[in-house]
């Protein structure tokens, strides 16, 4: 009996310090704050901020690309590398993601943060809007 309850005692303790580490790890994989479509243009106008929309070729030509926002496809090898030339390198500098609903962006601000980006945005309203907003077109924000 004693040792029924030291088992599911160290089991408890097992599953609780499971759950904590766990718990950490899915909120620091996704520690980028959320940046609002107007503050990106309003930023990336400034050159306070590298907005980069990460969608495919196609959809560049489908509905246009952001104004300021440079296009690095996530789908392109050496993804990375084109992040490190915009930013010269400089991990700490600001950089926004923005791809059509917020979905692949969220993704690839993970693998920025793992590679060692400190200051990355989600634009998560995306282009075509999300529930985290109406997105890049229906507010109207310029293209180029």
């Known amino acids: ?58 959809e560049w030509k489908q509905t246009g690309v952001a104004k300021h926002a440079s296009k690095i496809t996530m789908h392109q090898k050496g993804f990375l590398n084109q992040i490190s030339k915009l930013t010269g390198g400089d991990k700490a500098a600001p950089v926004a993601l923005i791809c059509a609903r917020g979905n692949r ?16 945005y989600n634009v998560k309203e995306g282009m075509l809007g999300s529930p985290e907003g109406a997105g890049w077109l229906a507010k109207g924000l310029p293209l180029k």
């Open 1 to 58: 009996m004693h040792q029924t309850n030291l088992f599911t005692n160290t089991l408890f303790k097992v599953a609780l310090a499971t759950a904590i580490l766990l718990s950490l790890s899915i909120s620091m994989a996704f520690s980028a704050e959320f940046m609002s479509v107007s503050k990106a243009h309003q930023q990336s106008k400034a050159g306070q901020v590298y907005l980069v929309d990460i969608r495919r070729p196609s």
């Open 105 to 120: 962006s969220t993704r690839m601000i993970n693998l920025l943060e793992q590679n060692g980006y400190t200051n990355v």
